[in-house]
Antibody, heavy 121, light 110 residues
Framework: EVQLLESGGGLVQPGGSLRLSCAAS????????MSWVRQAPGKGLEWVSG????????YYADSVKGRFAISRDISKNTLYLQMNSLRAEDTAVYYC??????????????WGQGTTVIVSS | QTVVTQEPSFSVSPGGTVTLTCGLS?????????PSWYQQTPGQAPRTLIY???TRSFGVPDRFSGSILGNKAALTITGAQADDESDYYC??????????FGGGTKLTVL
């Protein structure tokens, strides 16, 4: 069974940093792209970042470009999202999602349960 | 900047058929955008219904189907049930690794 388990969320002050993790199991980790998607309170879903199966391609929404960094550790089957210079508008539930293909084009087919990030002083 | 458009709300009668659409503020949606569809109920993680235009995700019943209708992607639900009452989101692949969500459609079954 394919499973994704996020961790690392919490309360952080504006300007601070946080690293989210997503432990993956049940599939060949390097064969599929992965994405991070977030949902601010009461708002819709927003695609944040994606990474190719090999990790050599990384992609970002304009809203986080230059502040967030996505990576994957194939030895640990884990996806990461390093979030720096956090702002109040980054407050959201962050979901890890497996993409249905090697690149980021096919759409996401499996989701984690999410981890909550609150940016507040 | 191109915006992905969805109907803000829609209603369907139990047992009825409804088609939700996903368009672009500028241009037409084709299979090259690999449209995908997600269902979300309050407080829950999204659930994938359809990816790559018309491929149903594992375990999704065949009363959910995806297609291209005219210049938009479409999600059709046949035989609507009470527990189909949810928010539905589409995603379009914009190229260069970038995906964009639509604003979502709130579906009411009544």
């Amino acid at each position: 069974e394919v499973q994704l388990l996020e961790s690392g969320g919490g309360l952080v002050q504006p300007g601070g940093s946080l690293r989210l993790s997503c432990a993956a199991s049940g599939f060949t980790f390097t064969s599929y792209a992965m994405s991070w998607v977030r949902q601010a309170p009461g708002k819709g879903l927003e695609w944040v970042s994606g990474i190719s199966g090999s990790g050599d391609g990384t992609y970002y929404a304009d809203s986080v470009k230059g502040r967030f960094a996505i990576s994957r550790d194939i030895s640990k089957n884990t996806l990461y999202l390093q979030m720096n210079s956090l702002r109040a508008e980054d407050t959201a539930v962050y979901y890890c999602a497996k993409v249905a293909g090697y690149h980021n084009d096919y759409g996401m087919d499996v989701w984690g349960q999410g981890t909550t990030v609150i940016v507040s002083s | 900047q191109t915006v992905v458009t969805q109907e803000p709300s829609f209603s369907v009668s139990p047992g009825g058929t409804v088609t939700l659409t996903c368009g672009l503020s500028s241009g037409s949606v084709s299979t090259s955008y690999y449209p995908s569809w997600y269902q979300q109920t309050p407080g829950q993680a999204p659930r994938t219904l359809i990816y790559s235009t018309g491929t149903r995700s594992f375990g999704v019943p065949d009363r959910f189907s995806g297609s291209i209708l005219g210049n938009k992607a479409a999600l059709t639900i046949t035989g609507a049930q009470a527990d189909d009452e949810s928010d539905y989101y589409c995603v379009l692949y914009m190229g260069s690794g970038i995906s964009v969500f639509g604003g979502g459609t709130k579906l009411t079954v009544l």
